[in-house]
Structures are given as C-alpha cells and as structure tokens.
C-alpha cells in the first residue's frame, strides 16, 4: 500500500501510474473529502486530550498535547504509545480474564455481559490491542455456553469483567482512541489552518459569479495548494524534526493562502485584478532543499512559473501568491524521490507523490 490520503491507503500501483482528472471532477472529490473530514471531527484532538487527562489517564493527555506541540515521531508510533498507556491504566482498574474455555469454547460470566437495545455483547480485548464488543446471545439451557452472533473471540482474547457504568467508560476511551487518530490522519497536526483554507477556497469556487476561465483558473490554483498540503501531511505522518516541520508548514501556509485569495476573488468575478502564477516562494524551495525535502516540482518553482506565464500572458494555470512580493529563483530543484518500496505509509522513507490528493483512487 501507499501514501496515506485523508486517513486511508493508496495502492502503491495507482501511485506509480499517476491518474489524471480533469478539473471540475477534482474539485468534487475534493469537496467530498474536505465535507467527510469536518463531519468526522466533532472533537479535535486537544479535546481528546483534555478528556483524557479528566478522566485520569493523565500520561496518555500528556502523551497527545506533546505530539500536538511537536509531531516529530510518526502517527503510527503515537498510537501504538497510546494503546499500550491506555492497556495498562485498564488492568490496573478493572479485571479480565481468558475468553475462551480450554476447549476453545466461550468461557462467559454473567457479570461480563452487557445489553444495548435488546442486543446482549461481551467486551473483548488482546494485549496491546483495543477493547471491541462482541454480540452473543444467552445460554439456551443451564450450564450451556453462550453462542457468538456477531464478532469473534480469539485465542488470546480477555473479556472484561466491571460493572455497566464502568463498561461505558472502557467503550468511550477507546472510542475516542480511535476518534484521535482518525482526526490526526483527515488533518495532521500543524496543517489545521491550511485545511480550513482549503475549505474556504473550496466554497468560494462556487460561488455564481466564478465562472469560465477565472473558474478553471482558481480550481487549478487550488489543486497545486492541495498537492503540496498532502505532500506536507504524509511527512507529518511519519514525523519530523522541528526544522522540517517549520519549513513544510511555512510552505503550505503560503501556497493555502495564495489559493484561497484567488478562489475568493473569482467568487467576487474579480479574479482579473490579480496578476501573476501561482508558485512556490524561493524562499521556501530553499528551506524544504536545506532540511533535505526536496518536494517542490519543477513547473511549480517560481522560476518555471515565470517562465511559463511570459511565454503564454493570459493563459497560466493560476495567480500570483497572496503575498504579492517578487521572488528571484536561482535554480530547480532535483528530480522527485524514487518510489518507496516499503507498505508502511508511516516509514521513513520517502515517496514520489506525483498526483495531488484528490486524483488517488476511492
């Protein structure tokens, strides 16, 4: 598998073939994308850490605030520290024992199971696995084994034995377990200003009064901003030192900013009154080469840029930076990295990402 894209896995071979869509398609996934990441984060992750540190998992609150502060080590190390924080506070407030009898039948107290909607469930763990529920249905006759309907118990599951209260607690820390990383995945940490910028130059695109060309024109500026933030969030997945983060985050503030300016000013069919491409400052090609991401595209340097818009005026794949300034490019940078050959998005390993976020497939 490949590159993480908005929280799942991109087969490595689409990847390598680089799909192409046209316009007006990508800006349809990337407006289901962007709806499916706010409908999902109903509770942030500084959240997630305040609940946690109320509830008395104080180390796991401390665990999410530093990564938030500095997400230098992978999201897939982050969970895995979290899961196992989590597992041991739980054996030290409630008890479990063995799921399956020696015959590898449902070995079940009744003080175990629980009832929702009519529906009764065990609650079901592994070391260093999440707590999962599994629906059964009651003993038919006395001294009979409960019968699984739904879900499965394995060899090294231990069911949770605790009160009905406290099996709600359980079920809500791993809820929001889950819910964390999730969130983490849809929008890493640093980049939550730049995805609200991505949402906002979205909504502007389709405002009535952009239309033809000055709409083809935003939508591509928009696409280039989303490239290099998904470009930016896989390497927040995996960590970085803090002088990369600072380089990438700089970068992908800029090139947001730049695309929602143009998207709101097509909303106001002004789009004309802004003059230049769309690139990526010197400054920050310069950065992201020093601390070894050498990410930014040839045709996306400001030189390229320049380049193109003289020898096509009127015609360029989008506008001027929001900043307005003037930069002077002093060469391109190197070829994109090789493709990775490991499956693990979290690796340290880099990846081409030749196609911007919304071009992978479903």
């Not at 796991?60 to 230098?72: H, S």
């Not at 503030?253 to 097509?266: G, L, N, R, Y």
Request: charged residues 30%; hydrophobic residues 35%.
């Amino acid at each position: 598998m490949g590159d993480l894209w908005w929280g799942r896995k991109v087969p490595r071979d689409l990847l390598a073939r680089a799909p192409e869509l046209d316009d007006e398609t990508a800006l349809s996934r990337l407006q289901r994308s962007l709806r499916e990441a706010r409908e999902a984060l109903d509770m942030s992750p500084r959240e997630i850490a305040i609940w946690l540190v109320e509830n008395d998992f104080d180390r796991a609150g401390e665990v999410v605030d530093e990564y938030l502060d500095a997400p230098t080590r992978s999201l897939q190390d982050l969970g895995g520290e979290l899961r196992k924080l989590l597992d041991k506070e739980l054996d030290g407030r409630w008890y479990s024992y063995k799921a399956l009898g020696s015959s590898g039948t449902p070995n079940l107290r009744e003080g175990s199971v629980f009832e929702d909607s009519g529906r009764h469930y065990v609650l079901a763990r592994q070391p260093d696995h999440p707590t999962r529920r599994v629906y059964v249905d009651p003993p038919s006759a006395s001294g009979a084994p409960y019968t699984i309907v739904e879900g499965d118990l394995r060899a090294r599951d231990f069911v949770w034995e605790v009160d009905r209260g406290d099996g709600d607690d359980i079920e809500a820390l791993w809820s929001r377990y889950h819910k964390l990383l999730r969130s983490l995945e849809l929008v890493p940490a640093y980049l939550g200003e730049a995805h609200q910028l991505l949402e906002i130059a979205t909504e502007a695109i389709e405002s009535p009064k952009c239309l033809g060309a000055q709409r083809q024109r935003a939508i591509k500026a928009l696409r280039t901003a989303e490239k290099y933030y998904r470009r930016a969030a896989n390497r927040i997945h995996r960590g970085r030192p803090a002088g990369v983060l600072e380089a990438l985050v700089q970068m992908v503030q800029h090139i947001t900013t730049s695309a929602v300016t143009i998207a709101e000013a097509c909303g106001v069919g002004q789009l004309d009154f802004l003059s230049g491409p769309i690139a990526i400052r010197e400054s920050d090609r310069r950065a992201l080469a020093h601390a070894g991401e050498d990410i930014v595209d040839v045709g996306d340097t400001a030189e390229a840029v320049a380049a193109g818009s003289a020898g096509s005026a009127g015609s360029t794949t989008g506008l001027a930076s929001a900043s307005g300034s003037e930069v002077q490019p002093d060469g391109d940078h190197g070829a994109d990295p090789e493709l990775e050959t490991d499956d693990e998005p979290t690796g340290e390993t880099t990846d081409p990402e030749r196609t911007d976020l919304e071009s992978a497939a479903e």
